[in-house]
């Protein structure tokens, strides 16, 4: 199947709360499958929910934060603080897609899509997906590397250790079509 053109993508802060569906979205961006994007704001709200819903104490949140502002220091949208007060969806959200506007991503990958209607977000030329829909796109057309993403991301957890199939299965709580897809292609890669 051949390449899609490349698709810019800002992660709200929804989607990079949860551990194992942070962990592929960045895997999958750090491996060039789409050009990922969020703000300092994002970031932000990610570290006060970390703590605030008890996933991660104060310094572990900010280490993440700062951990994910090194590997991915060229995906901050800046700027787009100007336009965030004109933008039409949710107020707690128009910070998000002022970013996205900003650094011309095209789709909003968020789970909070009723603060994302098309109909508001079609005339800047973005659109908004659940992190199900956005994975799954992504699927069709490089299977083999998300094979690898997660058999690598399962491999970096040590504490607990975690199989593949133990990753697919956190990462079905947010991706339930893409991990359907996906553990029938690593059933059939890892029988002997």
């Known amino acids: 199947m ?3 053109t490349r698709v810019a993508a800002l992660l709200d802060a929804s989607v990079l709360v949860p551990a194992a569906l ?5 895997r999958t961006a750090a491996a060039g499958l789409y050009t990922v994007w969020f703000s300092e704001m994002i970031l932000e709200e990610v570290q006060r929910a970390l703590v605030s819903n008890e996933l991660a104490s104060a310094t ?19 700027g787009y603080e100007p336009i965030a007060s004109e933008m039409p969806n949710h107020p707690g959200d128009r910070h998000v897609l002022a970013a996205a506007i900003h650094a011309n991503a095209t ?7 009723r ?8 005339p800047y030329g973005v659109s908004s997906m659940s992190p199900d829909s956005f994975l799954t796109m992504l ?3 490089d299977a083999d590397a998300f094979i690898s993403i997660v058999t690598q991301q399962a491999a970096a957890l040590k504490s607990p250790p975690l199989s593949t199939h133990d990753v697919l299965a956190r990462l079905r709580i947010h991706a339930p079509t893409f991990v359907e897809r996906l553990s029938i292609m690593v059933d059939a890669v890892e029988r002997p």
């Not at 942070?22 to 960045?26: A, F, G, Q, S």
């Not at 572990?60 to 800046?78: C, D, G, P, V």
């Not at 603060?115 to 079609?122: C, G, N, S, T, V």
């Open 139 to 141: 699927l069709q057309h």
């Open 22 to 26: 942070r962990d592929t979205l960045l």
């Open 107 to 113: 789709i909003i990958v968020t789970a909070n899509l």
């Open 115 to 122: 603060h994302f209607p098309d109909a508001e977000l079609r």
């Open 60 to 78: 572990s949140a900010e280490r993440l934060i700062t951990n994910i502002r090194s590997h991915f220091w060229f995906a901050l949208s800046q």
């Open 2 to 4: 051949s390449a899609p």
